[in-house]
């Protein structure tokens, strides 16, 4: 059964710092392409970051370019979202997912969610 479990959400002011990761059961990690998204309240789920399985590739929306950095440990299985100079913003429910194409209906698999607050 394929898990991903996300932690290190919580609650941080406006220019902090937060780290994500995401635990993944078995071969999930090298086997797809890995993704943060996020959820708002009221908005749609939306594209954060996405690692391909090698990590030579990695892609960002044009609102986290330069903020934040994803990475990933195959050895280790698990994903993470590096997440600098917060907004107000990125207050929002962060899920980590794998699969082949990057966008919510391209996505095999998802984590429960992590919440990720930013006081401004």
């Known amino acids: 059964q394929v898990q991903l479990v996300e932690s290190g959400g919580g609650l941080v002011q406006a220019g902090g710092s937060l780290r994500l990761s995401c635990a993944a059961s078995g071969r999930i990690v090298s086997t797809y392409t890995m993704a943060w998204f996020r959820q708002g309240s009221g908005k749609e789920r939306e594209f954060v970051a996405a690692?391909?399985?090698?990590?030579?590739?990695?892609y960002y929306s044009d609102s986290v370019k330069g903020r934040f950095a994803i990475s990933r440990d195959n050895a280790k299985t698990t994903v993470y979202l590096q997440m600098d100079s917060l907004k107000p913003e990125d207050t929002a429910v962060y899920y980590c997912?794998?699969?082949?194409?990057?966008?919510?209906?391209?996505?095999?698999?998802w984590g429960q969610g992590t919440q990720v607050t930013v006081s401004s």
């Open positions: 690692i391909t399985r090698s990590g030579g590739g990695t």
């Open positions: 997912a794998a699969g082949s194409t990057i966008t919510v209906r391209g996505m095999n698999y």
